[in-house]
């Protein structure tokens, strides 16, 4: 396949993978797409141990980093706040409510050995704590940059062309496309409201042309809602040149998806998605269970900003985490995580060659059937 984002990735299938597993981005890269990590969690240090695995299975292939650069932050006009700072701005009614809420389900607490800080960080979303994760990223040599949330900063987009590498931005509406265009972004991602994770409120068939007539001759990935071959093709109709996949990766045999959530996404269908400030303070799609729906209840708390709510539910995620695999468990009712309505498709467990395989097979196939609509003259 050739499109000018296949030229300007060096790849041979327009597949670009988003994934937090490894694994995964390095068997998408090997296959012939782009696998990108995503490392807003990642510590450098991390970034530097995965991103030295993924050079050496990937053989010389091209793989991007995706990071969360949003816009409005708590802390943001400080320049971001330390974890302490933080974490004195979490208040006891929301505190309460999520102890009150895990006693209902029967989740038990943390065992003491695992209840230290360690290994606990805070969403690397503002310039201080980005910019090592920047700096480990360029030095493994990446061949994309993508950004979630917000317009990459004019120091970022610099930095990039200095080092010869792409910048991608999401945008999940018309106006942040252009404003990504007018920061100088290579490639523009438009993102469905179907898709999983955090997501707007527009369909990727109704936002992929607009973006693309706007931001020419950016070219643009469409997203949201693609994990067939035919979805490929309805994506390159829409004048797209090339797609960006997250969801499908999550139930792939190399995916580190928890084997409950996995199982859950197995049995799903395209109802089963809620959109949901619940995880992370900014909407984002995810699987429908206990836990979004809880947050919907009549007193529920309001979503705390990005990335207090994360900080705020993150020990209420591990404890859930932790005891979800017991059958008809309270912890089992309220595990989920970020997904797109495409799930109702993830019906088997693959490995993830065989995924970018069949999507590529499936859109020939489907080129060569809309080809046959063609009159003979
Ligand atoms: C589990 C999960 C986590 C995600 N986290 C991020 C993220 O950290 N950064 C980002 O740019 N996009 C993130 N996304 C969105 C994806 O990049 C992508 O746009 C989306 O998954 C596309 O829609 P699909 O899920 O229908 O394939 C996430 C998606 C999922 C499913």
């Known amino acids: 396949m050739r499109t000018r984002v296949t030229e300007m990735l060096g790849i041979d299938f327009p597949i670009l993978a988003f994934t937090h597993c490894r694994d995964v981005a390095a068997a998408v890269s090997a296959a012939g797409g782009l696998g990108v990590l995503g490392a807003v969690a990642h510590s450098p240090e991390q970034l530097d141990v995965d991103l030295t695995w993924m050079r050496e299975r990937t053989g010389g292939r091209p793989f991007g980093v995706d990071l969360l650069i949003p816009r409005k932050y708590a802390g943001s006009d400080e320049g971001g706040l330390d974890s302490k700072g933080l974490r004195a701005m979490l208040p006891d009614e929301h505190r309460q409510w999520i102890d009150a809420l895990l006693e209902r389900y ?78 100088g972004v290579d490639l523009v991602i438009a993102q469905g409201t179907e898709g999983g994770g955090h997501t707007g409120e527009i369909a990727t068939m109704v936002l992929v042309p607009q973006v693309v007539d706007a931001v020419a001759p950016t070219p643009v990935l469409a997203a949201g809602g693609i994990a067939s071959g035919r979805q490929v093709a309805a994506a390159l109709a829409l004048g797209a040149e090339g797609v960006w996949c997250g969801s499908v990766w999550l139930t792939t045999h190399e995916a580190e998806t928890a084997p409950t959530v996995k199982e859950k996404f197995l049995a799903a269908t395209s109802s089963d998605t809620r959109r949901s400030r619940s995880l992370t303070g900014k909407p984002a799609r995810m699987l429908r269970t206990a836990w979004s729906d809880a947050w919907e209840e009549a007193g529920a708390p309001a979503a705390l900003p990005m990335p207090l709510q994360s900080m705020l539910v993150a020990d209420a995620q591990r404890r859930i985490h932790r005891v979800a695999h017991q059958p008809g468990s309270g912890a089992q009712q309220l595990v989920t995580y970020f997904v797109g309505q495409v799930v109702g498709q993830m019906n088997v467990a693959k490995p993830t060659r065989a995924v970018v395989a069949e999507m590529v097979e499936e859109f020939l196939s489907t080129m060569e059937r809309l080809e046959g609509m063609l009159g003979e003259g």
């Open 106 to 183: 029967g989740v038990p607490a943390m065992p003491e050995a695992n209840e230290a800080e360690g290994g606990r960080r805070v969403l690397a979303i503002d310039p201080k704590s980005m910019a090592p994760l920047i700096d480990v990223a360029f030095q493994h040599g990446i061949r994309l940059f993508a950004s979630a949330l917000g317009t990459p900063p004019a120091w970022l987009v610099e930095r990039a062309r200095k080092e010869g590498v792409p910048v991608a931005a999401l945008a999940g509406r018309l106006d942040h496309a252009t404003a990504h265009r007018d920061a």
